[in-house]
């Protein structure tokens, strides 16, 4: 979901509360954060990506990927170690799906605005 284009949509509608803005700024900043942390920070190139799940992941592969014997004890642990960041930040993106929207539609029918759909939750399994 853009919330950059529902801020730009509400522009246009009179007497948005600021509540409402500030809401959805908390909303977009939470899932900046999750991004950040899953995917890295995409203006530090390889160095930003280094330090997101994602890249420690593709690291892992790397050197896992090259032999034929099996991954040492420590690559293992690290690769359960980013399996469980990954579902702590699917866990973070459902609770914004479950709380924060929830709490910024109340406030948009409060004031006659139109709700917004933040789709379904993240299953893994």
């Known amino acids: 979901m853009n919330l950059n284009s529902i801020k730009k949509n509400l522009k246009k509608v009179k007497d948005v509360p600021e509540a409402v803005d500030k809401k959805i700024e908390s909303i977009s900043k939470k899932l900046?954060?999750?991004r950040?942390?899953?995917?890295?920070?995409?203006n530090a190139g390889w160095r930003g990506m280094q330090s997101a799940v994602r890249?420690?992941?593709m690291m892992l592969f790397g050197a896992i990927g090259g032999y034929t014997g099996a991954p040492s004890e420590s690559q293992v642990?690290?690769?359960?170690?980013q399996?469980?960041?990954?579902?702590s930040l699917v866990g973070q993106v459902n609770a914004v799906i479950e709380?924060?929207?929830p709490a910024l539609n109340q406030l948009l029918n409060e004031n006659n605005i139109s709700r917004l759909f933040a789709g379904?939750?993240?299953?893994?399994k």
């Open 36 to 42: 950040l942390e899953l995917l890295g920070d995409p």
């Open 32 to 34: 900046k954060d999750i």
């Open 77 to 81: 642990n690290d690769v359960d170690k």
């Open 120 to 124: 379904d939750k993240i299953k893994l």
């Open 55 to 57: 890249g420690r992941l």
């Open 83 to 87: 399996i469980e960041a990954f579902e």
């Open 99 to 101: 709380t924060d929207f």
